[in-house]
């Protein structure tokens, strides 16, 4: 394997108060062990070979949390946690480790809840991002000139995330 793409579902929602110890357990399981578990399944043959591209999808929660999606967001800045730590005990063996951190996608998921165009509103943008859009930016992280790019965390918001860092 050269590339690693790592991507599970999110949790359901929830707040810091009502999201149950086992939401957070299955949060963990489906998104951060999920995920640690891939990794060290493909690092092996990476190493050996000198070449390899990690990169797990998490979300702009990992980096700004969500309210409503606690447990979502939780899991995914424990991956974001890890792959800062592997990206530099794997860099000099020639393999990057990058996570890409979607803010509002036009996912299905995202349809289904109604008006498009509302939501679009509260992105700089005023758009919704697409998957060609997401997929376009982790085939580059995957890609040879993306060599230098590792232990870095990709947002893919639209502007929305107003942090400095």
Request: aromatic share 4%; net charge positive.
């Amino acid at each position: 394997m050269d590339i690693l793409v790592a991507n599970a579902g999110g949790p359901p929602p929830g707040s810091p108060a009502t999201t149950s110890i086992d939401g957070y357990r299955k949060a963990i399981d489906l998104n951060l062990l999920s995920t640690i578990v891939m990794c060290q399944t493909a690092l092996p043959g990476m190493r050996e070979r000198g070449w390899g591209r990690i990169v797990a999808i998490t979300s702009i929660g990992a980096r700004q949390p969500i309210g409503n999606l606690a447990a979502s967001s939780v899991a995914r800045a424990g991956v974001s946690s890890f792959l800062k730590t592997l990206s530099a005990e794997v860099a000099r063996d020639g393999v990057t480790v990058n996570s890409a951190q979607p803010g509002i996608h036009a996912t299905d998921r995202i349809k289904s809840l109604g008006n498009t165009d509302v939501v679009a509103q509260r992105v700089p943008t005023g758009t919704l991002g697409t998957a060609e859009d997401f997929g376009k930016a982790v085939a580059f992280l995957c890609s040879e000139p993306a060599r230098f790019i590792t232990g870095t965390s990709i947002l893919l918001d639209g502007g929305a995330y107003q942090g400095l860092i």
